[in-house]
């Protein structure tokens, strides 16, 4: 029987919406998301894990409060728990990330960009 | 000051040799590596955790007991735990694999491609 795999591509076309990540696999007790952003996010951490960044299309700034990197496609960045960092999208970004199941976007900031848990393409 | 990202690409360009995963950065409890890979692989398993698979040049067919999966650019797949499995390159693929640090790339299986620990890229 042949499988599917999870194409990132398709996957990023099936939805238009910015900062709200989309379960696309899941590995152990970690999930693989998907995720559209333009502009800039809010300033927040993770205490409990860090956070894979991995940008396929576009440029995302990771700004954080003793610099910043700056992910092209093809580059990938985690930020290590407990960091300070606001993501900053020039034009629209694809992006992937990476982090252990239940994990909020806004992290100990929450607000109205706080995205609703949303595996429905998983 | 500004960070440097990890690009994939230029990681692969560092090394020639097949089947010898180079660990290229960490998340949490978790290794994300680059390898390339040429030919079959053997069979084996990963009693204690999934074990994911990103195509990023080249087209790379997973042999299940069950059927297989054929992964191009841009697609992934997940190796659920304790599933039998075979790798098998079409030509040279250049990959990233995600699992918990530790993982040997041979599994239950050992022989002569059990690969070395490499972190000399990280």
Chains 1, 2 share one sequence.
Not at 11 to 32: G, I, Q, T
Not at 33 to 51: I, M, Q, R, S
Not at 62 to 71: A, Q
Request: aromatic fraction near 6%.
């Amino acid at each position: 029987m042949a499988r599917t795999p999870v194409d990132l591509a398709r996957k990023l076309s099936a939805f238009s919406d910015h900062w709200s990540p989309k379960v696309v696999a899941r590995l152990n007790d970690y999930e693989v998301k998907v995720v559209k952003l333009a502009g800039e996010f809010v300033w927040h951490a993770h205490d409990d894990t860090d956070e894979l960044f991995l940008v396929l299309a576009g440029t995302l700034t990771i700004r954080l409060e003793d610099g910043e990197v700056s992910l092209g496609p093809g580059q990938l960045f985690v930020v290590s728990r407990g960091v300070r960092h606001c993501p900053v999208a020039d034009g629209e970004v694809h992006a992937v990330l990476i982090e252990p199941t239940g994990v909020v976007n806004t992290g100990d900031a929450g607000g109205p960009l706080t995205a609703r848990y949303d595996d429905s393409l998983a």
